[in-house]
């Protein structure tokens, strides 16, 4: 996940500029570039203030459903290749009115919507809230075949005991 570790930095002062600062991702690296007359002191706290605007952008482009419906086609790819029409969402968004339900599916318009709440689990779990999700547009009930499907993936026993623990913590209903 993006942020959670500090990346190697690599600061490039450039005479040309004055008081403009940017920053940029190269593979695992930050490149920041700042004016030469920067002070260390200056040129520290921009540094510190680049990467946390850096990794504000990535979270928002990491949680946004452009990512989700990118993430849905790795997981039919991987999962539900044989149905390359049928498991594909028309849509597919982040939405806060779940109320108690971590993903819903309506098969008529293809539209899948997963709740915000589940944007702060770990990867696989999302993954797994999705793939559910995406299971349902081929089979819409849970039956002994939905589940097969979904058994597919390698943690889905795990996330549905995670999200059973969440669930409890919380008070919610069951996930569906
Ligand atoms: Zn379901």
Redesign the pocket.
């Given at each position: 996940m993006a942020g959670t570790r500090k990346p190697v930095v690599e600061v490039r002062r450039s005479q040309r500029r004055r008081r403009t600062v940017s920053a940029y991702r190269d593979g695992e690296r930050v490149v920041v570039l700042i004016p030469d007359q920067f002070s260390r002191a200056e040129e520290s706290e921009w540094v510190d203030r680049m990467l946390a605007r850096l990794a504000a952008r990535e979270g928002r482009l990491a949680r946004s459903d452009a990512e989700l419906l990118a993430r849905a086609n790795r997981l039919i790819d991987l999962y539900l290749a044989e149905y390359p029409t049928k498991a594909v969402p028309a849509s597919v968004r982040w939405v806060t009115n779940q109320n108690g339900r971590w993903?819903s599916?309506t098969p008529a318009d293809r539209s899948i919507r997963i709740s915000h709440r589940v944007q702060e689990m770990p990867e696989w779990v999302i993954d797994y809230v999705l793939l559910?999700?995406l299971a349902?547009l081929i089979v819409p009930s849970?039956n002994a075949r939905?589940w097969a499907l979904v058994g597919r993936y390698p943690k889905a026993e795990r996330a549905r005991g995670y999200l059973e623990g969440v669930a409890a913590a919380s008070c919610a209903p069951l996930?569906?």
């Open positions: 993903g599916c559910h999700e349902h849970h939905f996930p569906t």
